[in-house]
């Protein structure tokens, strides 16, 4: 029985539940649907919501938690025998050896690795792919495969029964519950209700899911490397040895160069974004007529729509030859994918983000201060400079702030433009790598689950995310401080 | 000057007057001057690098739209095609095409020697059999009959005719050979070599040989991946921002809500990314690179901006509609459900539209969950491998040949098209239903 069958027969439940619903109003009206406290549509309605709701709720549950309940069963009921012949195809001698001699009583003894491996042969031999198992292994899964099969149909089926039933009997309750005095809207409305705040809780979720995923991966990754080698190691070199004596591969997770790099990226950034950013806000809020500030901020808003993959490709195609046919001419050596060429792309990135928060402050600045200044004669940049800017110079801090955080997560223009290798160098003509270059590098493509590499990715996450989340915090304070003060 | 100093009130303040005062003076408004000349500086040098980035694109990528081809007449041999004779295109030998297509050119030059074939070989596609083939398949009854073809140009030959690659570079440093050039100019002197449109562009999906790869996969890819999106998050974004505007309580969890989601809104990308790749992928169990995941860490990212913009909308209609309808007697939700929400319905769609216009252009989460896979066929449900339109232009761009070059700027133009497309219709949709009360 597919679950899809399932989801559709109570749908098609529900449907009938809301036909049933009105016409047994109706019908408890005697004909006159005044004398009922809610229109007829609300009891239609409520039958509909008691069939359905409960029953998909118990889909959706069922859905989360299938898998790992049917691998922990599948796995209980493995006999040592099957699970001693399976390692001794799939996992090496001396793992094997030592396994053997211990003497196991089933499934538990495995290494969560080898389990996870095991359990994914299982599942291919019960979907029927038997293609992607060893053959050496089959005769040994075989019954835990079936076991699998036999499960997964119970499961489906008796969850099928189950929400039949649930929604039989809604259906039957609410059907006797409905008389001319029942208050069938409130009841619908306190479920609507419910609905939204459990909509307004998802983004709660988020952040907790986040926190969470970011934590745990990060926990389990500094079980393997210390922090104080993390957060000061001078060097970078993700690989770890696949064999103990291998040369050159010993892995080390030194984030410093990463950081040093992500830093010098962004000054970069920030050097070009923010005079940019300030000075075309500054002329399109106080010197350009009407006509050109309502041409030219749509267009600026342009640079803000473009993906960031563009601008990566952009910064490969021209910025990077660019800036190195520039050094060459100079007769300076520079990479050929500088920090300063990715820097500049994310830069000009940055300026609508600048100048429309600039926009924003320096527009809030009491129009009695710039009053006061020419009354005193001061000429229009003198305003600005000694007037304007020092009154929304707290405004400007937290737009740049926000700048800085966005310059520090941006990830596609820095992955295509920017270098690989941890470079320890503040020389913006050198190829440095950021922490998003090294995340993406070490999520994508083939990953080994569980190694130190995999999972130094997400402490580089959790360090992300929060930087970003101070900054975030620290800017939005100084813009609501400043704010109120001209408020 | 001359009539100011003839003011009797100027000529009395003689203070302002001084050689020192009008030098300084000049000073100021030189000053004044530069400092608008700064604005302007930066105002054209912020667009002018659109502009430069926009007309790159646009030269790099208009040649994509064309493919040179050379016309061979080969003889579809139904013993070399199908060996086993049985008549079913399944059993058809489709490494046999590409071998005809090579017989075909040693004819078209019959005098090139054995040893100068292999360089005669690069001038066609290594894939032109598999073009070949699709034609044949088409119209069966071309087997056993000699035709005459179009078929695609090696990547190399396709560049010089286009003139990216210089001819009158050194033949070192050019991946064409001086022969291979002879043999090119002799194909067009004969009029056998031209330009066509290049509809795999449209129609195929990726693929190692830039002449047939196309960008219909990952389209259709964006299109599964963006409705999955829509799905989601428009119905829980609306929800979300009627409870926050219209029913919550004033109270230290509905502010907790707020400030959540305005954090949300400024969280890096790429940290979605890893949320989908250790809650989705890794606890759940999800398919690595299928549309639904991908979609669903996109709906994550685009909550806030749904949310915040369906606020706006929810705020701007003015309270006397609600009391209004309150005071006919409709409830709370009623008075929400047919009088608020149809009047923000013009602002919320608006922002809906220009999140789902960001989504579209999303690439790192993806990355994270696999969606860079190399998937040469258009995905066929909600599960299946895929990959999107920014993925691919990332793909693309690290491709080695030449000729993926001009495919990328062709798949942003294409990209841009579709963004520019959803940003028009916001601004539309905003300028038509907009009322002010």
Known sequence: MPIQLTVAVLLILSAIGYWIGRQRAMSVSGGRVASLHSVPNYYGSFVAVWAGIPALLLVLFFLMLKGPVIEMLVLGAMSPDAVLSWAKASISPNDFQALSTAGIAGADALAETQRNLMMINIRNLATGQERFVNPAVVDALLPAAQHMQHLEATSRWSLFAICMAIAAGALFITHRKITPQFRARNNVERVVTWGLIVCSVIAILTTVGIVLSLLFESMRFFARVSPVEFLFGLQWSPQTAIRADQVGASGAFGAIPLFTGTLLIATVAMAVALPLGLLSAIYLSEYAPRRVRDTVKPVLEILAGIPTVVYGFFAILTVAPFVRDMGVALGLPVSSNSALAAGIVMGIMIVPFVSSLSDDVINAVPQSLRDGSYGLGATRSETIRQVILPAALPGIVGAFLLAVSRAIGETMIVVMAAGMAANLTFNPLDAVTTVTVQIAALLTGDQEFESAKTLSAFALGFVLFFATLALNVVALRVVQKYREKYD | ?437
């Open chain 2, 1 to 437: 000057m001359t009539d100011i100093v003839a003011n009797p009130i100027a000529a009395n303040t003689g203070f302002h007057r001084t050689e020192a005062a009008e030098k300084r003076l000049r000073r100021r408004y030189a000053a004044e001057q530069r400092f608008k000349i700064y604005g302007i500086i930066a105002i054209t040098l912020a667009i002018g690098m659109l502009v430069l980035l926009l007309f790159t694109i646009l030269r790099n990528g208009v040649t994509a739209f064309q493919q040179t081809a050379i016309q061979l007449e080969v003889t579809l041999d139904p013993a070399v095609i199908d060996p086993k004779g049985t008549g079913n295109p399944a059993d058809w030998d489709r490494a046999a095409f590409q071998d005809l297509v090579h017989d075909a050119l040693y004819k078209e030059f019959p005098d090139v020697s054995r040893g100068d074939r292999r360089e005669l070989r690069r001038m066609i596609s290594p894939v032109a059999g598999v073009f070949l083939g699709n034609q044949v398949l088409k119209d069966p009854s071309m087997l056993g009959q000699t035709v005459s073809v179009w078929l695609p140009a090696s990547d190399p030959i396709n560049q010089i005719v286009k003139g990216r690659i210089d001819r009158e570079l050194p033949e070192a440093n050019r991946p064409v050979s001086d022969q291979q050039l002879a043999w090119l100019d002799q194909l067009r002197e004969r009029g056998d070599s031209k330009t066509i449109f290049n509809s795999t562009f449209f129609t195929a999906s990726d693929s190692n040989y830039p002449e047939l790869a196309g960008l219909w996969g990952s389209v259709v890819g964006s299109i599964f991946t963006l409705a999955v999106t829509l799905v989601l998050a428009l119905p829980i974004g609306v929800a979300a921002a009627v409870y926050l505007e219209e029913f919550a309580p004033k109270n230290k969890f509905t502010d907790l809500i707020e400030v959540n989601i305005n954090n949300l809104a400024a969280v890096p990308s790429i940290v979605f990314g890893l949320l989908g790749l250790a809650v989705f992928l890794n606890f759940f169990g999800m398919p690595r690179s299928a549309p639904l995941v991908g979609g669903m860490v996109i709906a994550l990212m685009s909550l806030p901006t749904i949310i915040i913009a369906s606020r706006a909308a929810l705020k701007a209609v003015p309270p006397s509609i609600r009391e209004a309808a309150l005071g006919m007697g409709a409830s709370k939700l009623q008075t929400v459900w047919h009088h608020v929400l149809p009047l923000a319905m013009p602002g919320i769609l608006t922002g809906t539209i220009i999140a789902m216009a960001q989504a579209l252009g999303e690439t790192a989460p993806l990355l994270m969950i696999g969606m860079n896979a190399f998937v040469t066929a258009p995905p066929t449900g909600l599960l299946s491998s895929s990959s999107v339109l920014p993925v691919q232009i990332y793909i693309w761009a690290d491709a080695p040949e030449r000729g993926f070059v001009e495919l990328t700027s062709a798949a942003i133009m294409i990209l841009l098209i579709f963004l520019i497309t959803m940003n028009g219709i916001a601004i539309y949709l905003r300028k038509k239903f907009e009322r002010r009360w």
